[in-house]
């Protein structure tokens, strides 16, 4: 089992050196991820669940630096390695896809180009058999006639075909971990639908582990096998997906669930959560949910460690010691 | 007799009592070519012959994917823009024989809450002067009676007296879209269009503002056009729902009837596309082939046939109309003529 972890974070702390003071957007978070396991990290807007990403990546962005912990992919510390063998690792290891086809692609160059440069990394071949590679690759998803389609730009492709197109382009390398990072702008049902049946496939073909950032507990239901729930930069709870569910233990998972209306039921209103997220650079002491909890007591005053409430199943609330 | 007819029974064929009846109202675009010799090449028929009944104290939602002429329905409405053909009655009034003071009458009667409260906010206006300025557009009133409407508003959206001071960065995104709300509010319209109110918002507020909006609509009598396309939040909100491809409306019901009981095919697939309330559920996907064709050049016959998994041979050749096959639930498709 422990040869199967393709990616264990520990301790990860990143923070943002600004002139007003130190803000951590992520605080020391844990977890695991094994080969082909698709894992959701959910958070909102500001409970560094993309900044999480970015650590992975190595791309934290100025005046952001990591300070703490390791990420440890394939039993090497990420945290380690050099600016250029990071680059070599993000292009052929672990590999981010976009959600937006249309900002991801380069409108002037063909889609055979854009894909043989990715392949020219991997493979010192002749141009023509990165070409047929090229064309397998967009065989491999589903992309009919794809000889006649290397010579297109982007422009000449629909929408779904240029989203089909990115997915080649990040398997190019054959990669071990994908990170899909959601846009916050939402995409049509439909097209949104078309994108995650792509991931599947690629991860069905490729055996790839996917790291899903979202804000959509739909996404994580219709996707993910585990889930961790971020807030304030720290991860609050982490379980397998359906005893997340079923089986919510920390408040402001219980609440979200139930804040998100539901196609099949019908309620008159819905519970919603008071207040608003916290700023990141005013933080209450303590658990930060605790002024919008409504179990909210005494102890809430000093942050809860993190209990294990069923097997596999990690909760940071003193309800569950 | 008639005055005890219930409002479902009234609004039948004809929309009597509806606060806003759409009647086979299009909105095409001509498309030119050319700098010199400039030439109509094209229309673009973004909304093709719609009719719908907004009844007061009642949501309509239109649901459907983007270009399918959600927004600019909603233009026509609050006077943005002007429809090519049909009439758009208010009050039973045909808009295009409004007098001038109709016409002020009915802008201050429909209001607007849009997605992005960071864009919809002027970033150098005060709250107060957010909120106020409708209000003093449309009504003669003192400034201490400006001062006491916009105290209460704010109260209203469930902000404080003492924000009304404050300018739109220092507060957080639901906060925003309450201001937004309240400044809707300041001219007591009949009518608000809500234009995906919530998409912009985080998960965890997304709740609280559609739970003001419904409490707002039942203290004041509030309609809404309701535009957005996660389906579960239309079922919370709206009485009805209007489904839209390609610039015509393909099925319209009540949430719970449209949703238990899809009949248009489209329907069916943009449910089966929505994303599942828990791991264990399991929905039948219907995946349809390709995109949604260019409204410059739709398909003939039913716009939706290139796509549909059901096509029949009539269905490139005939249109399909609107028929009511349960009360209050139609659909336009030839699988149920």
Not at chain 1, 256 to 277: H, K, N, R
Request: glycine share 8%.
């Amino acid at each position: 089992m422990t040869n199967d972890v393709i990616l264990r974070v520990e301790d990860l702390q990143t923070h943002f050196f600004t002139r007003t003071g130190v803000v951590k957007a992520v605080d020391g978070i844990s977890f695991e991820l094994g080969r082909g396991e698709t894992l959701g990290i959910v958070g909102e807007s500001g409970s560094g669940k993309s900044m999480t990403a970015w650590s992975i990546l190595g791309m934290v962005p100025h005046p952001g630096r990591i300070v703490g912990g390791t990420i440890d992919y394939l039993g090497e510390n990420l945290l380690e390695k050099s600016r250029g063998e990071m680059r070599e690792i993000r292009g052929s290891g672990i590999c981010m896809v976009m959600q937006d086809p249309l900002t991801s692609l380069n409108p002037v160059f063909t889609v055979g180009d854009q894909l043989v440069e990715t392949l020219k990394l991997e493979y010192e071949e002749p141009k023509r058999s990165l070409r047929r590679r090229a064309a397998e690759l967009l065989a491999n998803v589903r992309i009919p006639a794809p000889e006649d389609r290397l010579t297109n730009f982007p422009h000449q492709m629909s929408g779904g075909m240029r989203q089909r197109v990115v997915g080649a382009i990040s398997i190019a390398r054959a990669p071990n971990l994908l990170i899909a990072d959601e846009p916050t702008t939402s995409l049509d049902a439909t097209i949104q639908l078309q994108y995650l049946r792509l991931l599947k496939d690629i991860q069905e073909q490729t055996g790839a582990a996917i790291i899903f950032i979202t804000h959509d507990f739909g996404i994580v239901a219709r996707m993910c096998d585990r889930v961790a729930v971020m807030y304030a930069g720290r991860i609050v709870e982490q379980s397998d997906v359906e005893d997340m569910f079923d089986h919510p233990a920390h408040p402001y998972t219980e609440a979200l669930l139930q804040s998100v209306p539901d196609l099949d039921t019908d309620v008159d209103t819905l519970p919603s959560i008071e207040g608003q997220p916290p700023s990141l650079d005013a933080l209450p002491a303590g658990c930060s949910f605790a002024p919008r909890c409504p179990h909210a007591w005494e102890r809430c005053q000093e942050y809860p460690d993190e209990f294990t409430v069923a097997p596999r199943h990690t909760s940071r609330c003193w309800r569950s010691e | 007799m008639a005055a005890v007819a219930s409002p479902t029974a009234a609004e039948g064929v004809n929309g009597d009592g509806a606060l806003v009846r759409l009647e086979g109202i299009r909105r095409h675009f001509p498309v030119y070519r050319g700098n010199l010799l400039r030439r109509r090449t094209g229309t673009v028929k973004a909304v093709d012959g719609i009719s719908i009944n907004i009844m007061p104290g009642q949501t309509y939602s239109l649901v459907g994917e983007s270009g399918c002429g959600k927004t600019t329905t909603s233009r026509m409405l609050l006077m943005a823009d002007e429809p090519t053909d049909g009439s758009i009655y208010f009050d039973s009034r045909p808009m295009a024989q409004f007098s001038g003071a109709e016409r002020r009458n009915f802008r201050a009667s429909v209001q607007a809450v849009f997605q992005d409260p960071w864009s919809s906010l002027n970033p150098r206006m005060r709250v107060d002067q957010i909120i106020s300025e409708p209000l003093i557009t449309h009504q003669r009133l003192s400034r201490s009676a400006v001062r006491s409407q916009v105290q209460e508003l704010l109260q209203v959206v469930g902000l404080h007296p003492f924000h009304a001071e404050r300018y739109p960065h220092e507060f957080s995104g639901g906060q925003r879209q309450r201001i937004a709300i309240a400044r809707a509010l300041s001219t007591r319209p009949k009518l608000i269009v809500l234009d995906e109110p919530v998409s912009a918002l985080d998960v965890s507020i997304r709740a609280q503002i559609l739970n003001l909006l419904k409490e707002l609509q039942s203290s004041y009598e509030l309609s809404y056009l309701l535009i957005a396309h996660n389906l579960a939040t239309v079922r919370y909100m709206s009485h009805t729902v209007g489904v839209m491809y390609l610039g015509k409306i393909v099925e319209e019901a009540p949430p719970i009837e449209l949703f238990t009981d899809p009949q248009h095919p489209y329907t069916k697939a943009l449910i089966s596309a929505s994303l599942p309330a828990h791991p264990r559920q399991q929905r039948e996907e219907i995946v349809l082939t390709g995109e949604v064709p260019s409204p410059l050049n739709p398909p003939g016959g039913c716009a939706f046939h290139p796509r549909c998994p059901f096509v029949m041979e009539r269905c490139s050749t005939d249109l399909p109309v609107m028929r009511e096959h349960q009360p209050g639930h139609a659909t336009a498709c030839h699988l149920y003529d």
